[in-house]
């Protein structure tokens, strides 16, 4: 008996269906992300965000305590108040492994993994094991209401 016969050529090779399969994946996931991105003026106006230079709304400057902080993490960010009236938004992305900081306390961002502490002031190491600190992230401060720019 022949290889041929063995393995019958007819309908698509393994190839063909997973090259199929991706396709149909990524199409799905196109139009999965779609057009309602937020960017018609008259969605942002239903929402009273602001079609363009807006950001994702934080919290409240009341919020955020002195010399203490906050942490976002759906949004990737702790937000810092170093001195009255100063905030500074920072990654939650600890430099040393990658795990999110988890609290905040006496002027310091703490990462519950390994013990690092970031400075609420500048986000420097002020306790390792991290080598680097955490990276800076962009809020605006607009009255009372804090923006993740």
Same mark, same amino acid.
């Given at each position: #008996? ?10 698509? $090779?393994? @190839?063909?269906? #997973? ?13 999965? !992300? ?13 929402? %009273?965000?602001?079609?363009?230079? $807006?950001?994702?709304?934080?919290? @409240?400057?009341?919020?955020?305590? &002195? %010399?203490?902080?906050?942490?976002? &993490?759906?949004? $990737? ?14 990654? +939650? ?5 990658? !795990?999110?900081?988890?609290? +905040?306390?006496?002027? #310091?961002?703490? !990462?519950? !993994?390994?013990?690092? &502490? ?7 190491? @002020? ?13 605006? +401060?607009? $009255?009372? &209401?804090?923006?993740?720019?």
């Amino acid at each position: #008996m022949s290889s041929a016969s063995l393995h019958p050529t007819a309908g698509p $090779g393994r @190839r063909a269906v #997973m090259a199929a399969a991706g396709a149909a994946g990524l199409a799905a996931a196109l139009t999965a !992300c779609g057009s309602d991105d937020g960017s018609s003026d008259a969605g942002s106006a239903a929402t %009273g965000v602001a079609p363009a230079g $807006g950001g994702t709304a934080l919290a @409240r400057t009341a919020d955020i305590p &002195e %010399g203490g902080g906050k942490i976002f &993490e759906d949004q $990737g960010v702790v937000v810092t108040q170093p001195a009255a009236g100063t905030y500074k938004a920072f990654s +939650v992305k600890c430099p040393h492994q990658g !795990c999110a900081v988890g609290s +905040v306390a006496h002027g #310091m961002i703490v !990462c519950p !993994c390994h013990g690092s &502490e970031f400075s609420v002031a500048d986000g420097s190491v @002020r306790k390792g094991p991290a080598t680097q600190g955490l990276p800076a992230a962009r809020i605006t +401060v607009a $009255g009372d &209401e804090i923006t993740l720019a």
